[in-house]
């Protein structure tokens, strides 16, 4: 099975593809409104040294698994160690990459409708100065609307079905190659059309000079938990992709590339709404209402003397968003696919359609539940909310917290090293740098943010 497992193409592949898994709404949505929340510049110093203590090495600690075993993530692990508690961990990850999955594809199609919205001039038409009502109106209208998300998602869930049926070579990597360039670019356009907004100083100050009476230890923590967040770290993702790496790919060079690039498309977000937020008045602590209901109205305020740079910045950045999607809803579908794939020894094909099927089946009810299945709660939550807090707040930061000593301490420091530098021909120092964040820094950091989460702290 190893010897017939397919595998990237080459090494530009491989960065678009891990990138792409790694950029997603979390980096162009969620960052932006921590960032908003927690007082600006000092929120990003605190998130970018997290991303280095972190990011990079838990990142490195998936890749290891993945490409030291070379197969999907649920039995990686099982390679290292047969002891229960190890060798299960993969399959949290199987478990909570597929439940993100399925309430994932819900906001997918919310981010795809806004594209549609801004092409065809809805979201400038319904602009009022100083007024935000007709988008708040618009956005409730629509997710509690039964049919038309769910037509959406199904438009997002199909277009994934067939970008991971074509393959991990024709499918994930060719797909990677055109969206992950083509995001860049619109990121570089929105950038530079957002420094010219009238009081787009005040956007970059907010972004870049800190305030530390700012930096509570909440905000510390919340910073934290963004830089685990956004890197799609322990959704199995990354452990799956890194089962299709060659034995010549730079390991800790590539979790370091893209982590890089991860933290730029997070401040280039920044430098896109906070301009257009602060140009228009509008609060940067909007919160997760910032995308569907504030943006819309600020980039019309933003540019309300120029409407033709109103309508290609709203059309461009919903685009943004739909690749964005597109790209990290990939590596999330290629999770449970490859697990089915090989478990049970079927085709590529059926075992996609497979997990088609059940992502329309529970993304649905999650798309109903902010609308007409909204008065069915289990824990004072709807089906979409219970999804999210049972991902985020409990599967993921206890998988991270299991990765990072398991590869840390659990697995036999020459196997890392060996792998890691690539049987010895490369230095073993990032190796040797990286196993001490394993063992003393990451696991803290994921502990503390969990406790946090949990209000302990």
């Given at each position: 099975m190893?010897?017939q ?8 592949g ?11 709404l979390?980096?162009i949505w969620?960052f932006?409104?921590?960032t ?7 929120f990003?110093l605190?998130?970018?040294?997290a ?8 990142m490195?600690?998936e890749f290891?698994i993945?490409r030291?075993?070379?197969t ?5 692990y099982k390679?290292?160690?047969s002891?229960?508690l190890w060798?299960?961990i ?5 478990l909570g990459?597929?439940i993100?999955?399925?309430?994932y594809?819900?906001?997918?199609g919310w981010v795809m409708k806004y ?6 001039g809805?979201?400038?038409s319904?602009?009022q100065p100083?007024n ?5 109106s ?9 049919w038309?998300?769910?037509?959406y998602?199904l ?11 074509s393959g991990v070579?024709?499918?994930?990597e ?8 083509a995001l ?8 530079i059309?957002?420094l010219?907004?009238?009081g787009a100083q005040?956007g ?13 230890t909440s ?5 934290i938990?963004?830089a685990f967040?956004?890197?799609?770290l ?5 452990c ?5 790496f060659?034995k010549d790919?730079n390991m ?5 590339s893209i ?6 498309v997070?401040?280039m977000?920044g430098?896109?709404i906070?301009?257009a ?7 940067p602590?909007?919160g997760?209402s910032l995308?569907?209901?504030a ?10 003397s120029?409407?033709i740079?109103s ?6 950045f919903?685009?943004?968003l ?7 809803a990939?590596?999330?579908?290629e ?7 090989e ?7 059926t075992?996609?359609?497979?997990v088609?099927?059940?992502c329309?089946?529970?993304?649905t009810?999650?798309?109903l ?5 909204g008065?069915?709660?289990l ?9 999210d807090y049972f991902?985020t707040t ?6 991270g917290i299991?990765i990072?000593?398991?590869?840390g301490?659990?697995v036999k ?15 073993p120092?990032?190796?040797n740098?990286m196993?001490f964040?394993?063992?003393?820094i990451?696991p803290?950091?994921?502990?503390a ?9």
């Open positions: 190893a010897q497992r397919a595998s990237f193409g080459s090494k530009f491989i960065i678009m593809a891990a990138a792409g898994s790694a950029v997603g979390g980096n969620r932006p409104i921590e908003g929340n927690n007082g600006g510049a000092a990003l605190v998130y970018m040294v991303v280095v203590l972190l990011g990079v090495p838990l490195l600690a290891f993945g030291y075993a070379h999907n993530t649920a039995h990686a390679k290292l160690s002891h229960p060798s299960n993969g399959f949290i990850g199987v990459g597929s993100i999955l399925c309430y594809v819900v906001v997918a594209f549609f919205l801004s092409v065809d809805t979201l400038t319904l602009y100083g935000a009502a007709n988008y708040e618009l956005f409730g209208n629509f997710v509690s609307n039964p038309s998300p769910l037509l998602m438009v997002f869930v199909l277009t994934c079905h067939f970008a991971i049926a070579q024709k499918g994930i060719k797909l990677s190659k055109i969206f992950m360039p860049f670019v619109i990121l570089v356009v929105l950038v059309f957002s010219f907004a009238p005040a970059l100050k907010f972004l870049f000079y800190p305030d530390f009476s700012k930096l509570t905000a510390m923590l919340s910073a938990s963004q967040y956004s890197l799609s322990c959704m199995g993702c990354l799956t992709y890194a089962s299709y060659g790919v800790v060079r590539s979790a370091v982590s890089v690039i991860d933290a730029l997070a401040v977000a430098l896109i906070f301009p937020v602060f140009s228009s008045g509008i609060d602590q909007s997760p995308a569907f209901i943006l819309p109205a600020a980039f019309q305020s933003a540019f309300e120029v409407p740079v309508y290609v910045v709203s059309m461009l919903y685009a943004l739909v690749l964005a999607a597109l790209t990290s990939m590596s999330l579908y999770v449970p696919t490859a697990y089915i794939h478990r049970w020894n079927i085709s590529r094909k075992a996609t359609m497979v088609t099927a059940v329309l089946l529970l993304g009810v999650c798309s539940s902010m609308g007409v299945l008065d069915m709660k824990f004072g939550k709807n089906f979409f909310d219970l999804c991902t409990w599967m993921m930061p206890m998988s299991l990072a000593i398991f590869v301490w659990v420091r020459e196997i890392f090293i060996n792998e890691v530098t690539n049987g010895g021909t490369l230095r120092t990032g190796a740098i196993l964040l394993l063992r003393w990451a803290v950091l994921v502990l943010s969990f406790l946090a989460v949990l209000g302990v702290l």
